[in-house]
């Protein structure tokens, strides 16, 4: 994969900085050079969008922010700065969970096991040395408990009705790795704390999904139109066909 001359420097630049935005959003915007790339990015639909390639995607994503801003009036400054957060809260979560986060609802389905074979129900079976879902239940509905025999158990009606909130299967997800990979015991006080915690990281990665980011793709308004250049045809006399012509004579 290549990547635009802008997005590079953007890189090399929140290297050289330390992993500091701040910094780097001055190098960018001190820059013209850079500015100017940027918007013609941005008015051209460049996708600089490189979602899971960690500090490339946040580089990235930032500078298209930048572009963004540049090009709304907002300033480059601004839209970097909107872009950083988002993007950084998208690799977070996926490093985390092993998928992107999605704001919208999780698919009911059954889940599966350790060994392939269906759960015939909500719940799931995860890997129990990452703690990440298995590839094939990534996108479920995992809103509730995961186990039987409750009210709020993934699947059953409250939990269906709760998956229709944007962005609360994608917290459902990251508060369900926090405790499937070990990284809390799991007691009544961490499972509620850690929901709201969780969702301070889903939700702005949620947003930063390239299916729904405004961030990463700037479009023409579809009431921007080419100019419309006349056609313009010239027909030689010596090329018109006899037939074509009025001789005279009686009639």
Known sequence: MSFPVSVVQASVSLANNGGDIGKTLKDLGSSNTVKNTLVAM??????????????????????????????TGAGCEQGAKT????????????????????????????????????TGNGTYEY????????????????VGYNKLG???????????????????????????YIFNANLLEHTTFNNIWTMPASAVVSIPAALNNPNISWITQV?????????????????????????????????
């Open 42 to 71: 941005a008015t051209a639909n460049v996708d600089t969008s490189v979602a899971g390639q960690g500090v490339s995607a946040v580089a990235a994503q930032t500078a298209a922010g930048c572009a963004t801003g540049a090009v």
């Open 83 to 118: 872009a950083a957060v988002l993007s950084t809260a998208g690799e977070t979560y996926q490093s985390l969970v092993g998928y992107a986060a999605n704001a919208g609802p999780g698919e009911n389905r059954n889940g599966t096991k350790l060994d392939g074979t269906s």
């Open 219 to 251: 479009k023409q308004p579809d009431s921007v139109k080419p100019p419309t250049v006349p056609s313009v045809i010239r027909i030689d006399s010596n090329t018109v066909p006899t037939s074509a012509t009025t001789t005279g004579g009686t009639q």
């Open 150 to 176: 409750s009210l709020g158990s993934q699947g059953e009606t409250l939990s269906r009705a709760l998956n229709q909130v944007p962005t609360i299967n994608a917290t459902a997800g990251l508060h369900d």
């Open 127 to 142: 890997n129990p040395i990452t703690g990440q879902q298995l590839h094939q239940d990534r996108g479920m509905n995992v």
